[in-house]
């Protein structure tokens, strides 16, 4: 067993891991943040998506120990101060992003890693970005729909399909 | 998976000197070796991490010359390399795969499917290692198998900036790994065509088509389809579909190429 501390959604965070311990385990099971969800576990769903140093990662395969120092953002961290859904959450739920919720998180976390480098993206710069996250619900296109209109662009014209 | 030490060690010298350990295991980014430690199908009993070596960061270009460190990620040759290579870059896995994975975990591990090696082949390209420089012609010696020593470590990557250059990949939909992909490069040394995901002995130059392509660049100078023999077989795609996929993506690089 080694230490590692990491600032987590701002607050600093330290735990007890072994060299195997996943940073997804570790922010699961140590912090109790139960927000980032792991779905397939081998990579592909996206679904324990969160940010380290500013950087979209799949946090079930990267070790807790590789991100000792590193500052962390997930799910739990992004409502605002008050408590009210950011506009990215809040679009998740104006334009019915979700249905069962699962892969909620790491969509919301991908969507902000999207519109930190690309503010106003094209529907399909969206549905590329997207690649690595699964969502078994809703076909993405609310998705994608919720993720334009966080981005301030106008959805009035993208029907309800 | 099974239990492991880990250690980031911050200077080239120092993993070198951790890797000496019986059964260690070097990690780069850990987008191909996280996955293989959960399948157990290996058991270090160390990892030393790459990650914390500045001296092996970095994507710059200087005198026609590309230098790539073996720490940098995906996202990073996408964003900095010269544009063929960094649209390869921008098209492996996804974006937060792309944020981890580093070339020079890729090229160590030598996956028969992953884009980089056909790359490296076509710019003929230095891989420059903690010991030596090896040539890319050499470097590559079949499926997961390179000219790496035990314990040995890619600091680097150099490669003459091309005359023209593209990649072309036939995408695997569910894996997004390569089912086929070429890259064409017109370099000094004349045009090299580097093939990846086709070939049981794995990232292979297409000779043929170099000869031809040197007698004139234009997609129909582009040989017929190679022989399957030895060519990967298997759900996703026979040996004679593979093998006349290397002929109509080399013909599609060439005309991007122009």
Redesign the interface.
């Known amino acids: 067993m080694s230490q590692v501390t990491m600032t987590v959604n701002g607050k600093t965070a330290s735990g007890d891991v072994e060299g195997r311990t996943l940073l997804s385990q570790f922010l699961r099971e140590n912090l109790n943040l139960t927000g980032t969800h792991v779905g397939c576990d081998t990579s592909q769903c996206g679904a324990c998506v969160v940010h380290v140093n500013g950087e979209a990662v799949k946090s079930c395969t990267m070790l807790a120990a590789e991100a000792d120092g590193a500052d962390v953002a997930t799910i739990e961290g992004q409502a605002n101060a008050d408590g009210s859904l950011n506009t990215i959450q809040q679009a998740f739920q104006d334009h019915h992003g979700l249905q069962c919720g699962f892969c909620t998180p790491g969509m919301v976390m991908s969507a902000a890693a999207l519109l930190k480098d690309n503010p106003k993206p094209s529907e399909a710069e969206i549905r590329d970005y997207l690649e690595g996250n699964i969502c078994r619900c809703t076909g993405y296109h609310n998705i994608v729909k919720a993720i334009m209109a966080a981005s301030g662009q106008d959805v009035s014209a993208i029907a309800a399909e | ?6 250690e ?1 060690p911050s200077t080239v010298a120092e993993a070198v000197a951790a890797l000496a350990d019986e059964d260690a295991q070097a ?1 780069g980014g ?2 191909t070796l ?2 293989t ?2 399948q157990r199908l290996a058991s270090p009993s ?2 030393v ?1 790459l ?1 914390g070596i500045a001296e092996m960061k970095g994507v710059s270009i200087a005198d026609g010359v590309l230098t790539i460190g073996g720490g940098a990620t995906h ?1 990073e040759v996408a964003a900095d390399a010269c544009a063929p290579l960094a649209a390869l870059a921008a098209n492996i ?5 792309r ?2 994975g580093t070339i020079g975990g890729s090229l160590a591990n030598n996956d028969p499917a992953a884009c980089y090696p056909s790359a490296m082949l076509a710019l003929n390209a230095t891989i420059v290692t903690n010991a030596r420089e090896i040539a890319a012609d050499d470097y590559f010696q079949g499926m997961f198998e390179t000219a790496l020593d035990e314990g040995e470590i890619i600091t680097g990557v150099r490669i003459n900036v091309p005359d023209g250059a593209n990649y072309q990949k036939f995408e695997q939909p569910a894996s ?1 790994f390569a089912l086929v992909g070429v890259f064409v490069a017109k370099t000094a040394e004349g045009v090299r065509v580097g093939v990846t995901g086709a070939s049981e002995e794995g990232a292979f130059r297409w000779t043929e088509a170099e000869a031809a392509l040197n007698g004139s660049f234009s997609a129909d100078a582009v040989p017929a389809a190679p022989s399957a023999d030895g060519m990967i077989s298997d759900l996703h795609g026979t040996a004679a579909y593979r093998a006349h996929l290397v002929a109509v993506l080399t013909k599609r690089a060439v005309a991007a190429i122009g």
């Open positions: 998976m099974y239990n492991f030490e880990f980031q990690l850990g987008q996280i996955p430690l959960k160390k990892l991490s990650a996202a896995g996804d974006p937060a795969v944020n981890r997004r």
